[in-house]
């Protein structure tokens, strides 16, 4: 059996994500990786590198410059034909892209997998995250897309797999690319950070959200994120939001301040390695699923506890 893999990049770089894709993908076969683009050989050569990967597939043509779904899907079908499996990481770009492919190709979809138990069998989460459920299908072609936090990345080798060129599709012209607005930070990308602090509602204010939590990332070398009430209530931008409608992290040290746990929040940072929880509210749910606790005045805490590291540091 062989996997085909679309690959994430942005015109200069792959994108973590697609290395955790593969990592997943070699649990079904054989992986090819589809690298499309324009004037992107450096990509696939970069894909080219990734252990587990035995082949590239190459499709270079200006309008798949942006990677819009809209291009790629019929890229992705007219190369079905030799493939048991198609899939992508289960991120914005693959979520916009595979539902096309299998309607393309009239085949199901099983999606934001967490484990592969066999070709045909998968576990994945439903209701928000409460209850994982298994997946089996006996369609000879599937289409899939992988939770990147639960799979681990595959490795970068000195050895290169083979690169093919691929004929690119015609132009659909059905829609057409405006513009990207990108947050520019010195910090880590939030689904890709070893240390991520959360905060919430209770913080009070933008100001003091920047103001209680800065300090404690800055010393811990962590992104920032949010809950839905804290970006809903503008303390913190769109992109920070943690959560199930909002990003999907697992990192080793996961710090949730004043974040009262509902279940769509804790869906999306629940397989984080270790979670630390501050609130005042000792009956708090995300204490339910917290490996350390502080029940106390996040105002107190939090400085307190930026000042013991700092200390620790020096």
Request: aromatic share 6%.
């Amino acid at each position: 059996m062989s996997v085909l893999i679309f690959a994430e990049h942005n015109g200069e770089q792959l994108h973590q994500n697609t290395l955790h894709a593969v990592y997943a993908a070699q649990k079904l076969g054989e992986v090819h990786v589809l690298v499309a683009g324009s004037n992107v050989q450096n990509i696939s050569e970069q894909a080219s590198k990734i252990k587990g990967v035995s082949k590239v597939l190459h499709a270079d043509a200006p309008h798949y410059t942006e990677c819009l779904a809209e291009e790629i899907a019929p890229l992705m079908v007219s190369l079905a034909e030799h493939y048991t499996h198609i899939g992508a990481a289960a991120s914005a770009v693959g979520k916009n892209i595979m539902p096309r492919v299998a309607a393309l190709l009239d085949c199901p979809q099983i999606s934001d997998l967490t484990e592969i138990l066999d070709n045909q069998t998968f576990i994945r989460p439903i209701y928000a995250g409460n209850v994982f459920t298994t997946v089996q299908s006996n369609a000879k072609k599937l289409v899939l897309t992988f939770r990147t936090s639960t799979f681990g990345a595959a490795e970068l080798g000195n050895q290169a797999a083979e690169i093919v060129s691929v004929a690119a599709t015609p132009a659909q012209n059905l829609s057409r690319f405006v513009s990207r607005e990108l947050t520019q930070s010195d910090r880590p990308e939030l689904t890709q950070a070893r240390v991520v602090v959360s905060g919430g509602r209770a913080l009070g204010s933008a100001e003091q959200f920047n103001a209680v939590l800065t300090p404690l990332a800055d010393v811990l070398g962590a992104a920032i994120g949010a809950s839905r009430a804290a970006v809903d209530a503008e303390y913190a931008p769109n992109d920070s939001q943690v959560g199930q409608t909002g990003k999907i992290v697992a990192p080793e040290l996961y710090i949730a301040v004043g974040i009262s746990g509902a279940i769509q929040h804790v869906a999306g940072m629940q397989d984080s390695k270790t979670i630390v929880a501050i609130n005042k509210d000792p009956d708090a749910q995300i204490f339910n699923i917290a490996d350390y606790g502080i029940v106390g005045d996040l105002f107190e805490v939090v400085p307190q506890l930026v000042d013991a590291l700092k200390l620790k540091q020096a």
